[in-house]
């Protein structure tokens, strides 16, 4: 018997397909959904959509220190391309709240020039709760579907740097590190992980009073580079505020653009990094791994078990219940 989806998985890809941003924004929604039920139904419109699609966008991801003007930079980039005659869409990862794990989710205010075109779509995306390098479980379905509504370029900004950002480069073509004007010095601060990673950098604020300070900042970031990583990391000067620069950056984005055979092995790599974090998410939403969670705790608490008695008693359990099974 053949498989037919759910109406609303065939509605929602219909909608896709002909660039509606609100069945965009929903299937977007159903994925991001810790309901099984309904990131169920997102998984059925990525399937239907899939069948037929062979549209490739070009996906690019920025990054970099918090207050250097990504969000500023990427409007900038974003409204160059709208002129050119490109349509984008821009996937922001705002972090989420350790506590709570509530995001602000403010990139619609800070590109407020963008939001009104047409031919772009923003969608800001909460990090989650202990996710990898500042994206979630779910980006790379929800880029799919971003590709499957025939968008030219996908343009990710990242929460910023981090030991696990490289992480984002495997879900892209191109990885562009921002950075601001800074004393030579500064280079210690820099994470070489990212640096042997990235595909361009782009020195930001080359405006002004910083005119000079980002000029000499581009200048220690060439000749450290070619040490670090032992080839040559293009370094750009730009500003987000009068434009500099700013053709330059997009003529490489342009130019840029890796084979499928490519794309695939850094979806091989992708596993590594997030297969983990989704088996552990299952083993935690598991009814006798949260009751057993909660007992140790309450043992804790009323110290009649200490922190390494609780983590052998929760590890000898999940060693006995893999015992069970000699397939695993």
């Known amino acids: ?14 909608g896709i397909k002909v660039r509606d941003a609100r069945a965009l ?12 039920y309904k990131k169920a139904i997102g998984l059925e419109v990525l399937s239907v959509l899939k069948i037929d ?38 996937l922001t990862i705002d972090p989420s709240s350790p506590i709570s794990g509530g995001s602000v989710l403010a990139d619609k205010t800070r590109m407020q020039r963008l939001s009104n075109c047409e031919e772009v779509f923003i969608r800001p995306s909460a990090s989650g709760k202990g996710y990898l390098g500042g994206i979630t479980a779910a980006t790379l379905d929800i880029m799919d579907v971003i590709e499957a509504a025939g968008y030219d370029f996908i343009l990710v900004e990242t929460i910023g740097i981090g030991q696990n950002e490289v992480d984002i480069k495997d879900l892209v073509d191109q990885l562009i590190l921002i950075l601001p004007p800074a004393a030579g010095d500064e280079l210690q601060g820099l994470k070489k992980g990212i640096i042997e990673v990235v595909d361009l950098i782009a020195v930001n604020k080359h405006d002004g009073a910083l005119k000079k300070t ?19 990391t293009p370094v750009k000067l730009c500003s987000a505020k009068d434009g500099t620069g700013i053709g330059e950056i997009i003529e490489m984005m342009c130019s840029y653009l890796l084979s499928p055979e490519e794309r695939q092995q850094k ?10 974090q989704e088996m552990l998410e299952i083993l935690l939403q598991s009814p006798p791994i949260k009751r057993l969670f909660a007992a140790q ?10 922190l390494k008695q609780s983590l052998t008693t929760m590890t000898d359990y999940l060693k006995s219940c893999l015992e069970m099974d000699k397939n695993l």
């Open 214 to 232: 980002a000029e000499l900042t581009a200048m220690h970031y060439g000749s450290a580079l070619s040490v670090l990583t032992g080839h040559k």
């Open 267 to 276: 979806q091989v790599h992708l596993l590594d990094r997030i297969a983990p």
């Open 1 to 14: 018997m053949t498989y037919v989806p759910p109406p609303l998985a065939l509605e929602l890809a219909s």
């Open 297 to 306: 705790k309450l043992a804790m608490e009323t110290k009649e078990s200490s």
């Open 53 to 90: 699609n062979s549209y490739i966008s070009r996906k690019i991801a920025f990054t970099g220190p918090p207050g250097v003007g990504k969000s500023t930079l990427i409007e900038s980039v974003g409204l160059s391309l709208v002129k050119k005659g490109f349509t984008l869409a821009i």
């Open 25 to 36: 924004a929903k299937t977007i929604t159903l994925l991001e959904s810790r309901l099984s």
